[in-house]
């Protein structure tokens, strides 16, 4: 029932910042954790960071102390800023509630 869509990726040099969005219609988050994943050429889905329907946070280690998840349920929204980006970040980035999953944003990391 909700769809969800992903935006803000793009192309950014090492070092650089990117904050994505994960906005969801048909149907409220409030109550469902969210999850960003990302997956690579050639390599599995990775996870990235859960918020809860909360806001509480966890994430990868690959990802601690650079990346911040958050939710904003009044909006219906999720967001995903990225700081200090490198090279190995570069990927599809998903996000994900319940059964439903986005259509996926490319974030590219150069050196």
């Known amino acids: 029932q909700v769809q969800l869509a992903e935006s803000g990726g793009g192309l950014v040099q090492a070092g650089g910042s990117l904050r994505l969005s994960c906005a969801a219609s048909?149907?409220?988050?409030?109550?469902?954790?969210v999850g960003w994943y990302r997956q690579s050429p050639g390599k599995a889905c990775e996870f990235v960071v859960v918020?809860?329907?909360?806001?509480?946070?966890g994430y990868a280690d690959s990802v601690k102390g650079r990346f911040t998840g958050s939710r904003d349920n009044a909006k219906n929204t999720v967001s995903l800023q990225m700081n200090s980006l490198k090279p190995e970040d570069t990927a599809i980035y998903f996000c994900?509630?319940?059964?439903?999953w986005g259509q996926g944003t490319q974030v590219t990391v150069s050196s």
């Open positions: 918020i809860s329907s909360g806001g509480t946070t």
């Open positions: 048909g149907r409220t988050l409030r109550g469902y954790a």
């Open positions: 994900n509630s319940n059964t439903a």
